[in-house]
């Protein structure tokens, strides 16, 4: 099947620990995408990336980084930096990266903070 | 603020009626697309719509775009349960490389 998979599901963030969330895509798609969503909110940009070795902040970049070493791979790491990472985090990808292109969704990873 | 605001946020209807959601933006746009989010999952891409086209079908559902009111709606028609979910459109902002989400309509179809 191809697509987006994201892992794990659900995490739970120490205070001062860093947490790293996994996108793998298999669609062969240049562009990927991170997203946070806030309960009954839209979707703002982390940071993106349009080929590997290479990727912009979004909207909402600060407390988060990224890397893209691998075209089918593109974690998220929320640092201790992100003083309130409590949300929905989403990883999309596209054909290539421009704003034309359709997304593709992963399921999706609920951080928590304990 | 966002880009596109979804009107209203939340609407509950019966099954078999016809939902219709709006959708506002502030500037030019290269195209707009709808997506579909099932509650704690991910978006799933429903239509696309170019700044030079007006209506679009695809289904049960039906896109029209209003650059000169900068604006479009999604209507579903014979509404299932199945269509309960949230509703986000997205804009292709003219110079920017990325989609900008509104906040979403949360659609109920009760049986």
């Known amino acids: 099947d191809g697509g987006i998979t994201q892992s794990p599901k659900y995490l739970f963030r120490k205070e001062g620990q860093n947490v790293t969330l996994s996108c793998e895509q298999n669609?062969?798609?240049?562009?990927m995408y991170w997203y946070r969503q806030d309960p009954g909110q839209g979707l703002r940009l982390i940071y993106y990336?349009?080929?590997?070795?290479?990727?912009q902040k979004g909207d909402i970049a600060e407390g988060y980084s990224v890397s893209r070493e691998k075209k089918e791979s593109f974690p998220l790491t929320v640092t201790s930096a992100q003083k309130n990472p409590t949300a929905f985090y989403l990883c999309?990808?596209?054909?290539?990266?421009?704003?034309?292109?359709?997304?593709?969704f992963g399921s999706g990873t609920q951080l928590s903070v304990l | 603020s966002q880009q596109g605001e979804e009107d209203p946020q939340a609407l509950s209807i019966q099954e078999g009626e016809n939902a219709t959601m709006n959708c506002s933006y502030k500037?030019?746009?290269?195209?707009l697309q709808w997506y579909r989010q099932n509650s704690g999952r991910g978006l799933v891409h429903l239509i696309l719509?170019?700044?030079?086209?007006r209506e679009k079908h695809s289904g049960r559902l039906r896109v029209t775009l209003d650059t000169s009111k900068k604006s479009s709606s999604l209507l579903i028609t014979a509404s299932r349960a199945a269509d309960t979910a949230s509703y986000f459109c997205?804009?292709?902002?003219?110079?920017?490389?990325?989609?900008?989400f509104g906040q979403g309509t949360r659609l109920t179809i009760n049986p």
């Open positions: 669609l062969n798609h240049d562009a």
């Open positions: 719509i170019r700044s030079n086209e």
């Open positions: 990336s349009q080929i590997v070795n290479d990727f």
């Open positions: 500037t030019s746009i290269n195209n």
């Open positions: 997205a804009t292709d902002v003219e110079g920017a490389q990325k989609l900008v």
């Open positions: 999309a990808s596209s054909r290539m990266g421009q704003g034309g292109e359709k997304l593709f």
